[in-house]
């Protein structure tokens, strides 16, 4: 499903050039679960983009659903990435402008209304669809950029340090949305410090300096 | 896309009013500057032109010793030399005036009686006539005359034998004009005893044709040449000078304030436009994530920029028209009733602002777009 052969992203700053990928090779096969554990700056987040599409490596090839992904043009990567792929993130991102319906609707493909009411009404957000960002609670702020993941019935989630924000039980609960995403067939790479996704996973790897230090 | 657009600018309010602010500022200084550097134009034209005609064309025989110390020619050439200037286009002359001169003594004071014809205009635009029309059977009496023999408008005088009706004493002018009396040029020319002969026609540079090298008094004798060769021209160059040197003035003013205020807004637009790209950078990385192209995220940004053109530039021209007609007419007292809103100003600016919006929003939105979301989805 995933295949990542021998990337590297090299980041300049102050003059001194720093590996955040270094010539690392992954593979995961489509319905594993997947978590990524490594300190910080060792390139989980890198790692995590570069499989999505979003940050072109300096070396080596990313090949999802059997695409090469960074030989496709910016605007077709884009439409491959939205059909394919649904984000996750730590601050959850969510556009303090759109309620929740229209949060998770902004990442639709064609009109997924009538499926977003019911990834919405699944995640326990039912009655906050008309509610902005700024009203909610961090862990529905959080299941609201699950529902926005899930809006396209991608293939894969890719979720980075998605329980970060949260207190226990909607760590808890966030990590539970993923499993039966899983469950139901999907793919999940998720960088977490926690250990609340370890008995989900199928596989747990852990990064250092770039490179994948422990399968 | 247009709502994601709407919500985004109705969420930062402030920011679109501040950047919509810019563009108002721009637009309406832009067309209350144009609307009175076009209002300061006429009323420099009309003030200039009413010191006075500055070009005499008079026939090529003249002895310029006696013009001089007459006032006048004292050759004559044929009226329809007149006629001559009407084929001609893009030409320097402008509201010709044909003329007869002539020192005759009425109620025993030496007067000029001086006969003049419609205006005929070159350029074949329609413009205000310079001097008065004067009707079949009437006169304009000299300040000096009508204070002398305390003439009235409706008096009836007569003229070598023909009864006139003073139609107007002119105020005092300070020149001969004030021991002039004139009359159509048909009458002056009969009772004269000169028919179809002038001595002079009287013209203004129109300066259509002059430029920084060429003296205009050469191109007027040169076009002379062509139309008039029986005649030569003589400039009254402090009033010719003074035109010029006004006009050149007020091109030079517009040109350098110009430039100054379009750069100021676009400075002013493009600040606004970083902080505002600034503010969304993680929600420029958010789309990416959710598959938005680079190309759907600019579009987003410029279709924004586009939108606060369009709104400034409606607001920016009803502003500026608004202060020309409330304050223009104050400073322009001659011209006031031509200040009017110019439709054209707000085509020029519903196509100028956006466009001028969208670049200053082009290079923020563009390194936007190009940003390491690595780095911009870890910011807090």
Known sequence: ?215 | MPALLFKEITHRKINFLLSMLAVVAAVAFLVAFFTTSQASKRETTRLTRDMGFNLRIIPKATNMDDFWNNGFSETTMPEDYVLRFNAFKNFSYAHLTATLHERVNWRGMDVILTGISPEIEPSGKKKTPMIFSIRPGTVYVGYEIAHAFDLKKGDAVDLFGKKFIVARTLAENGSNDDIRIFAPLDEVQEMLGKNGRINEIKALNCLCLTDDETDPLEILRRQLSQVLPEGKVVMNRTIAVAREKQRRMMENYIAMLLPLIVIISAAWVGVLAWINVRERRQEIGVLRALGYSAGKIAVLFLGKAVLLGLLGALLGWVIGTALSLFYGPDIFKVTAKAIKPDVALLLWSLVAAPLFAAFSSFIPAALAVAADPAVTLREE
């Not at chain 1, 910080?40 to 979003?54: C, D, F, V």
């Not at chain 1, 884009?78 to 993130?89: D, W």
């Open chain 1, 1 to 215: 499903m995933i295949d990542v052969k021998n990337v590297s992203k090299l980041y300049t700053a102050r003059g001194k050039t720093v590996a955040a990928l270094n010539d690392l090779t992954l593979h995961v096969d489509r319905g594993e679960f997947v978590v990524v554990r490594g300190a910080s700056g060792s390139g989980k987040t890198t790692l995590l983009l570069t499989i999505g599409g979003m940050l072109r490596p300096d070396r080596g090839a990313v090949s999802v659903a059997g695409e090469d992904i960074y030989a496709l043009n910016s605007a077709k990567r884009a439409t491959f990435r939205a059909a394919h792929i649904g984000f996750v993130f730590q601050m959850f991102h969510l556009l303090p402008y759109l309620n929740v319906r229209e949060n998770v609707m902004v990442a639709a493909q064609k009109d997924k209304k009538a499926d977003a009411y019911a990834i919405l009404q699944q995640l326990g957000l039912a009655e906050r669809v008309r509610h902005r960002p700024a009203a909610l609670s961090a862990g529905e702020k959080q299941r609201t950029a699950v529902a926005r993941a899930l809006i396209n019935q991608p293939d894969i989630i890719l979720a980075d340090e998605p329980t970060g924000n949260l207190d226990p039980d909607n760590a808890a609960d966030v990590i539970e949305r993923l499993a039966q995403f899983h469950a139901a067939g999907g793919t999940v790479i998720v960088v977490t410090h926690g250990k609340g996704a370890d008995k989900y996973a199928d596989r747990i790897v852990k990064l250092e300096k770039g490179t994948i230090a422990d399968l």
